[in-house]
């Protein structure tokens, strides 16, 4: 399998633009979650879902942040408007339950709002 | 509730020097345990993990982990560290029958030749 899919790997925009981070997890992998990583705050998760229904978006900082899961094999992060302080490394990873719990991410998308 | 707590922000060492990078944990429920480790630019893979049975678990690169109930504790172990070994480590847990994992901040390990 070739892992944990993310595009694009780097995004350059300027404030007040649509950012869409795209995923794809590992086939037959059935939660799929989003994180944010900034050296402030460290790893936090944004959100997760479990066979495409989104289960616990507690973490989603604000409004502006919205994530889908059309389908098993593909999701996107969406920041609409973008500001400079969404500037982060955001990564997807997948679990299977049928596995032993551990997490497989992706290589990430660096961020950077001007 | 549960938490993993990193003790150390940042560990630095020369190489071939032993390391320990200290994690410990709360939890009510049983738990399943792991380290990862992230290299610059890159995205968290798994070292090692504790499920269940011997509490000394080895995993990739010569690393080991030790599980101590008692203690609640999961210190990470190397022998002789390499420069490559320099890179970001997060210990994490898992309890009960949830999927959803607690990390802690992490402890940067940097190897000095």
């Known amino acids: 399998d070739a892992g944990v899919i993310q595009s694009p790997r780097h995004e350059v925009t300027e404030m007040g633009q649509e950012v869409t981070l795209r995923c794809k997890p590992i086939?037959?992998?059935?939660?799929l979650f989003w994180y944010r990583q900034t050296m402030m705050r460290g790893l936090e998760l944004l959100i997760y879902f479990n066979n495409n229904v989104p289960i616990d978006d507690s973490g989603m900082p604000e409004d502006r942040f919205s994530a889908k899961m059309p389908n098993a094999s593909f999701s996107t992060l969406k920041i609409q408007p973008s500001e400079p302080r969404d500037s982060a490394v955001y990564f997807c990873?997948?679990?299977?339950?049928?596995?032993?719990?551990?997490?497989?991410f992706g290589p990430g998308t660096r961020l950077t709002v001007t | 509730a549960q938490s993993v707590t990193q003790l150390d922000s940042q560990v630095p060492v020369f190489e071939e020097a032993p390391v320990e990078l200290r994690c410990n944990y709360s939890?009510?429920?049983?738990?399943?345990l792991f380290w990862y480790v992230q290299y610059p630019n890159q995205g968290l893979q798994l070292l090692l993990k504790?499920?269940?049975?011997?509490?000394l678990v080895k995993g990739i690169n010569g690393f080991e982990a030790e599980f101590n109930k008692s203690q609640t504790s999961f210190h990470l172990r190397k022998p002789s560290v390499h420069i490559s070994d320099t890179a970001e480590y997060f210990c994490s847990l898992t309890g009960g029958g949830s999927y959803i994992p607690t990390f802690g901040r992490g402890t940067s390990l940097i190897v000095h030749p």
């Open positions: 990873a997948s679990t299977s339950t049928s596995g032993s719990r551990e997490q497989y």
């Open positions: 504790y499920l269940s049975g011997s509490t």
């Open positions: 086939s037959g992998h059935d939660y």
């Open positions: 939890s009510s429920v049983s738990v399943y």
